[in-house]
């Protein structure tokens, strides 16, 4: 069974740092681009930035909100996805996705399909 | 960046009845035009892919249409099990985006 589990969510004073980690199964791990969503309270689904595989050049690519604070990261050999969060902000408060795409039509159509059940971060003080 | 306008925010609809969601983009993406939908407290399930590509497992009642900048998700026969918030997403550039999303209820 393919499967997404995050971890590392909680509570956080702003301008504080957290890592989440999201850990993959089921699914060659190292060939899948694997993204993060996040859904704010009363809010709608955001991307929050995307890694390529490495065969694909192991690239990043984030949305503006959190460009210069999150950094996207990947350890094949542990088949894990990190979420570095610096300077976090009230803002950030969210659940947040860890989501991929099962295959290469998948991958190709940026369409993910396989998610996580999501970890939550409170940002406050 | 790509907008993505989706509209209504909200729609209700008796059960049977199609169901129409429109999502129009700021530019031309082609058909890298992908939707969802999600309920409280799961994750987001993957609808239609490339703007009219049904996900394998996904009912026949949901098809997509569209390209260039407007685009459409149909429910031809509603289900109290549709019951959810439905976002479509661009692909075409990065920052991917989603739009805002559609609440649909049961009448």
């Not at chain 1, 909680?10 to 890592?19: A, I, N």
Request: charged share 15%.
């Amino acid at each position: 069974e393919v499967q997404l589990v995050e971890s590392g969510g909680g509570l956080v004073k702003p301008e504080g740092s957290l890592r989440l980690s999201c850990a993959g199964s089921g699914f060659i791990f190292r060939n899948a681009w694997m993204s993060w969503v996040r859904q704010a309270p009363g809010k709608g689904l955001a991307w929050v930035g995307r890694i390529k595989s490495k065969t694909d050049g192991g690239t990043t690519d984030y949305a503006a909100p959190v460009k210069g604070r999150f950094t996207i990261s990947r350890d094949d050999s542990k088949n894990t996805l990190f979420l570095q969060m610096h300077s976090l902000k009230t803002e950030d408060t969210a659940v947040y996705y860890c989501a991929t795409h099962d295959s290469g039509v998948l991958t190709l159509w940026g369409a993910m399909d396989v998610w996580g059940q999501g970890t939550t971060v409170t940002v406050s003080s | 960046d790509v907008q993505v306008t989706q509209s209504p925010s909200t729609l209700s609809a008796s059960v049977g009845d199609i169901v129409t969601i429109t999502c129009r983009t700021s530019q031309s993406i082609i058909t890298y035009l992908n939707w969802y939908h999600h309920k409280p407290g799961k994750a987001p399930e993957l609808l239609i892919y490339g703007a009219s590509s049904l996900q394998s497992g996904v009912p026949s009642r949901f098809s997509g249409s569209g390209s260039g900048t407007d685009f459409t998700l149909t429910i031809s026969s509603l289900q109290p099990e549709d019951v959810a918030t439905y976002y479509c997403q661009q692909s075409y550039s990065t920052p991917w985006t989603f739009g805002q999303g559609t609440k649909v209820e049961i009448k």
